[in-house]
T-cell receptor, first 113, second 119 residues
Framework: QKEVEQNSGPLSVPEGAIASLNCTYS??????FFWYRQYSGKSPELIMS????GDKEDGRFTAQLNKASQYVSLLIRDSQPSDSATYLC?????????????FGPGTSLSVIP | GAVVSQHPSWVICKSGTSVKIECRSL??????MFWYRQFPKQSLMLMAT?????????EQGVEKDKFLINHASLTLSTLTVTSAHPEDSSFYIC???????????????FGPGTRLTVL
């Protein structure tokens, strides 16, 4: 089982709709969770971070975390064509001898005008 | 805030030469820097993690003698690809995590990446 899993997509939604991106992780001790957006040929940029169970909203973006289910999601409301990109889920694990962020393979989102 | 720069943004070199890539945190102290490699249409692959003043920790399968990492200061890390070959052609991206204004960042901030082409 991969440490961080995402549907590769592509996920296509019409402009103005809600895009829902999902991510599951395997290690229960994971503590911090992040969503990054990556446009083609560019490096990732941070959208959201979430650390505790529940929802966290920032503008059109809402991150949801359920540690019991080892599940984190990102909702994008009022999707715009400029939201078309690959969305990377990332999970931070810390231990006595390690501290690393594991990225999922990414979900490609296409917002259709 | 939390700006990370990389230089060069792209480089073309001949097989067998070495290439150095610089990663700088411009407005915060990067206690930890990460180096990733990304091949076309694939996800990020973590190559190594470096903490300021100590040796880098390499991921399994990454040759530490080929990919030399130095994190000499809280704002600068370098990756040197030694004796580069065409299969090393890739998009190399650094990220940094650290301190700013007395608070620690848990998030990583990415540089713009360096596209390496080895002929």
């Amino acid at each position: 089982q991969k440490e961080v899993e995402q549907n590769s997509g592509p996920l296509s939604v019409p402009e103005g709709a809600i895009a829902s991106l999902n991510c599951t992780y395997s290690d229960r001790v994971s503590q911090s969770f992040f969503w990054y957006r990556q446009y083609s040929g560019k490096s990732p940029e941070l959208i959201m971070s979430i650390y505790s169970n529940g929802d966290k909203e920032d503008g059109r973006f809402t991150a949801q975390l359920n540690k019991a289910s080892q599940y984190v999601s990102l909702l994008i409301r009022d999707s715009q064509p400029s939201d078309s990109a690959t969305y990377l889920c990332a999970v931070n694990r810390k231990g006595t001898s390690y501290d690393k962020v594991i990225f999922g393979p990414g979900t490609s989102l296409s917002v259709i005008p | 805030g939390a700006v990370v720069s990389q230089h060069p943004s792209w480089v073309i070199c001949k097989s067998g030469t070495s290439v150095k890539i610089e990663c700088r945190s411009l407005d915060f102290q990067a206690t930890t820097m990460f180096w990733y490699r990304q091949f076309p249409k694939q996800s990020l692959m973590l190559m190594a993690t470096s903490n300021e003043g100590s040796k880098a920790t390499y991921e399994q399968g990454v040759e530490k003698d080929k990919f030399l990492i130095n994190h000499a200061s809280l704002t600068l890390s370098t990756l040197t690809v030694t004796s580069a070959h065409p299969e090393d052609s890739s998009f190399y991206i650094c990220s940094a995590r650290g301190l700013a204004g007395g608070s620690s960042y848990n998030e990583q901030f990415f540089g713009p990446g360096t596209r390496l082409t080895v002929l």
